[in-house]
């Protein structure tokens, strides 16, 4: 079975820098797009982030385009977000998803019903 667990997570000062980290276990990682997912308190799960299996198609939501960045090293089954300059409304609890459909290698989407798996979430503060 795939397993995600996110980790990265805590505080951060805005204008600092966090990298969250989705390590997969059991099922290789170049098999699935990996989507990164938001959830603030008394708000609706937000897509953020996204990267095909092959690392070629990757895509962001407005709000973080320009500040967040995704990779992948699939010989480490791990996904990565590098946020920079974070914004206090940046602030949520951070969950990183698996899509194992057939077009994962070409192409990922930032709707959450598509993925199959996820992590329990880590969670992001930014404040001064």
């Known amino acids: 079975q795939l397993q995600l667990v996110e980790s990265g997570g805590g505080l951060v000062q805005p204008g600092g820098s966090l990298r969250l980290s989705c390590a997969a276990s059991?099922?290789?990682?170049?098999?699935?797009?990996i989507g990164w997912f938001r959830q603030a308190p008394g708000k609706e799960r937000e897509g953020v982030s996204c990267?095909?299996?092959?690392?070629?198609?990757?895509d962001y939501a407005d709000s973080v385009k320009g500040r967040f960045t995704i990779s992948r090293d699939n010989a480490k089954n791990t996904v990565y977000l590098q946020m920079n300059s974070p914004k206090p409304e940046d602030t949520a609890v951070y969950y990183c998803?698996?899509?194992?459909?057939?077009?994962?290698?070409?192409?990922?989407?930032?709707?959450?019903?598509?993925?199959?798996?996820w992590g329990q979430g880590t969670q992001v503060t930014v404040s001064s």
């Open positions: 990267i095909s299996s092959s690392g070629g198609s990757t």
């Open positions: 059991g099922f290789p990682l170049d098999y699935y797009a």
């Open positions: 998803a698996a899509d194992l459909g057939p077009a994962a290698s070409y192409y990922c989407h930032l709707g959450a019903p598509r993925y199959d798996y």
